[in-house]
């Protein structure tokens, strides 16, 4: 069974595309909070990235921007690949069956998340 649960929160604006085809497509990260704090007494997240098709990415770039709180029920997908100088990378992200917006960003108090400047790959 490949069911993945995560409540984040949106990292950039949400954009949504269209293929050729007329598939309607919304790629993003989610900061995910993890559990414990670091020795510094703070919280770090987890940057997961997202994918949403046609109902669900419509529904998340009309009613949803950076910084908003959701929870995302889906698929979590690992794709391997070569990059151009031959290193083998792996994609991870999860395909998102469902959608659910929690909380506006319009009156939350922390500063915005953004993305890690150093991707997985890197580490």
């Given amino acids: 069974m490949n ?7 949106i990292c950039k604006d ?36 997202v994918v949403l098709f046609d109902y669900n990415a419509e529904y998340l ?20 690949y070569q990059d151009k100088e031959g290193n083998y990378k792996t994609d991870v992200y999860v395909i998102v069956d469902k959608v659910e917006l929690l909380k506006s960003s319009e009156k ?3 500063e915005p998340i953004t993305e890690p400047k150093v991707s997985p790959d890197d580490l």
């Fill in 3 to 9: 069911t993945i649960q995560l409540i984040g929160n």
């Fill in 14 to 49: 949400v954009e949504l595309r269209v293929t050729q085809s007329g598939k309607k497509i919304v790629d993003n990260t989610i900061a995910v909070k993890k559990e414990k704090k670091n020795s510094l007494g703070e919280y770090e997240s987890d940057f997961i990235k």
């Fill in 61 to 80: 770039s009309k009613y949803s921007k950076k910084g908003d709180k959701i929870g995302v029920v889906g698929k979590l997908r690992v794709d391997p």
């Fill in 108 to 110: 939350k108090a922390e």
